[in-house]
Structure formats: structure tokens, C-alpha cells
């Protein structure tokens, strides 16, 4: 898995709250086409637009003119994402399509702590702020090096909630605040599908080829002896989500390898069934699998 990723948000400060300040006034669908001319087209020449069609090149067998036509739209729905989470700063609301939810309740009301497990595919940013439990407080893992209005439109929003960002920094002092709030019995959302941070890797089947998983939230899950959620956030139509929540189970009395394998099999399989489902919403514009 490629390394120099870095995984901030496209644009600068006085963009996002220009951008802000435009969507409290203007329907997201006209930034949509906006975006489409000025975001999307420029990006047809770039490193990840070649990535997205070898995607579905390569992983899914299409021909060179369906798997352009697809990375083209690929981008276009990636545009839609990151305009959909600037909505939800500006106070826009989305229809919420819930599959699983009672797996999300069961736990959501248990005095323990557990991990939601997430991905870069469709928009789970948007499920980060649906799925919160009223008294269980939500930590979400976030890169350190985001933009600053982005860091700061998200505490906004969360002023008022009881949900948290956990920045992943560089000393790895972000695994302490993880500990923490599982041994408090809060809940944790962690991205297991970039290495970030510990260079320490799970080497599993996806798609039909090898490709490199971080071991870290695998065994964070193990060592806490803690349930595990995996969450993805699916667009379904302009103004509505789809939100899958599926539980992962393993043997708790396996060795901790073994947990740890089992936990990430079992991850990086749902991963695949969705990723199967809705092929044009992988976000992933690196270089994935392993030569």
C-alpha cells in the first residue's frame, strides 16, 4: 500500500468557508455541477483518476470505455461526498436509510465499550453523525493533518454532542486516548483500510489480489477484548444515505493472532461485499494492491 498518501481535504480555509456560507443559501445539487467543471475535469489528467479506472480495469473486468465512463463517475460522486459533508457544516439534513441499526442499539446500550470499524467508501462521515448513542460517548479517529476549518466546522458541529475527534499523531499518543475511552466504556470508530502511523500490516485477499490492511485496529479490538461494528455509509440517491451496520465475531478465547485474523477476515470481507455493491463509491486513489 502506497505511503504518501495524505488524505486532507481538498481546497484551503477561505474555500471551505466560502463554500460553507454558499450551501446555506444554494442547493447542494447546483455545487454538485460546479464541482463536475471545476473539480472533477481537472482531475481526468491526475494520478487517481488512472488509479480508479485500473480499479475497475483490473478488479472487475470491464472494458477500457465502461471502466472510464466509471471512473469518471467514480469522481463525480467523490465530489458529491465532500460537498454532502460542507451541507451537514452549513445545517443541511439527509434521508437516513438504516440496515442493521439494532446490531448498533444492542451495544450502544451496554455499559462496554466497542470499536466501529469503517473505510474510505461512500461517505461515512456522514454515518459518524447518525449513528451516536445518547449516552455513550462516540470517538472517531481523524488524521492530524487535516485542514484547520475542517477540524474546526467539525467541533462546531459537535459543540452541542457528545462526540469526540481522536487526531492520529505522528508519536502514536493517539492509541492512549483509544484506550481510554474503550476502558470507559465509550465507543471508538476507527478507518482499517490505510496504514497510518505503525507500518505494521495484514496481508488478506481483496478483490481477487493481495493488498495490505493496517494490523492496528485489528488489535485494538483483540487486546481490549471488545465488540467489534464495521459501518458504511452508501449513497442512494441526492439527498439520501444508505447505512449498513454489520457485527463482526471471534473466537475471544483464541490466541491473540488468531482473534486478530479473524477479526480482520471478517472486516475485509463486508468491505468487499459493499465495495461489490457499489463499486463507483471506492475512494481509495493509490495504489491498493501490491505488485
Keep these: 500500500m502506497e505511503k504518501k498518501w495524505v488524505g486532507t481535504t481538498?481546497?484551503?480555509?477561505?474555500?471551505?468557508?466560502?463554500?460553507?456560507?454558499?450551501?446555506?443559501?444554494?442547493?447542494?445539487?447546483?455545487?454538485?455541477v460546479l464541482a463536475y467543471i471545476f473539480a472533477v475535469t481537472p482531475t481526468l489528467f491526475q494520478y487517481g483518476f488512472k488509479h480508479a479506472y485500473r480499479f475497475f480495469r483490473e478488479?472487475?473486468?470491464y472494458?477500457?470505455?465502461?471502466?472510464?465512463?466509471?471512473?469518471?463517475?467514480?469522481?463525480?460522486?467523490f465530489a458529491q461526498a465532500?460537498?454532502?459533508?460542507?451541507?451537514?457544516?452549513?445545517?443541511?439534513h439527509f434521508d437516513i436509510e438504516l440496515e442493521g441499526y439494532d446490531n448498533f442499539l444492542e451495544l450502544a446500550h451496554q455499559p462496554e465499550g466497542f470499536i466501529q470499524l469503517s473505510?474510505?467508501?461512500?461517505?461515512?462521515?456522514?454515518?459518524?453523525?447518525?449513528?451516536?448513542?445518547e449516552k455513550k460517548r462516540f470517538n472517531a479517529l481523524v488524521y492530524f493533518g487535516e485542514k484547520q476549518e475542517v477540524m474546526n466546522n467539525r467541533d462546531r458541529l459537535f459543540e452541542h454532542t457528545n462526540i469526540r475527534m481522536i487526531p492520529i499523531m505522528p508519536d502514536m499518543s493517539h492509541l492512549y486516548e483509544i484506550?481510554?475511552?474503550?476502558?470507559d466504556g465509550e465507543t471508538v470508530s476507527i478507518p482499517a483500510d490505510r496504514i497510518w502511523g505503525s507500518s505494521k500490516y495484514i496481508s488478506t485477499m481483496f478483490l481477487g489480489r493481495e493488498a495490505h490492511f493496517p494490523m492496528g485496529p485489528f488489535q485494538v479490538a483483540a487486546l481490549r477484548?471488545?465488540?467489534?461494528?464495521v459501518v458504511h455509509c452508501m449513497k442512494t440517491a441526492a439527498k439520501r444515505y444508505k447505512i449498513?451496520?454489520?457485527?463482526?465475531?471471534?473466537?475471544?478465547?483464541?490466541?491473540?493472532?488468531?482473534?486478530?485474523?479473524?477479526?480482520?477476515?471478517?472486516?475485509?470481507?463486508?468491505?468487499?461485499?459493499?465495495?461489490?455493491?457499489?463499486?463507483?463509491q471506492w475512494y481509495n486513489y493509490f495504489d491498493f494492491w501490491t505488485q
Excluded at 225 to 229: A, E, I, P, Q, S
Design 10 to 32: 481538498f481546497g484551503n480555509s477561505l474555500m471551505h468557508r466560502w463554500l460553507i456560507r454558499l450551501l446555506r443559501v444554494v442547493d447542494p445539487r447546483v455545487i454538485y
Design 59 to 61: 478488479r472487475f473486468g
Design 63 to 77: 472494458s477500457p470505455l465502461r471502466s472510464l465512463w466509471l471512473a469518471y463517475r467514480n469522481h463525480c460522486l
Design 82 to 92: 465532500v460537498v454532502d459533508k460542507f451541507a451537514m457544516y452549513a445545517g443541511h
Design 119 to 133: 473505510s474510505h467508501v461512500g461517505n461515512y462521515e456522514i454515518a459518524g453523525y447518525s449513528l451516536v448513542a
Design 179 to 183: 484506550n481510554n475511552a474503550l476502558a
Design 225 to 229: 477484548d471488545v465488540k467489534v461494528l
Design 244 to 280: 449498513y451496520v454489520t457485527p463482526l465475531s471471534y473466537d475471544h478465547q483464541a490466541p491473540r493472532q488468531q482473534q486478530i485474523m479473524q477479526i480482520a477476515t471478517g472486516y475485509v470481507r463486508e468491505v468487499e461485499r459493499i465495495v461489490q455493491q457499489y463499486p463507483t
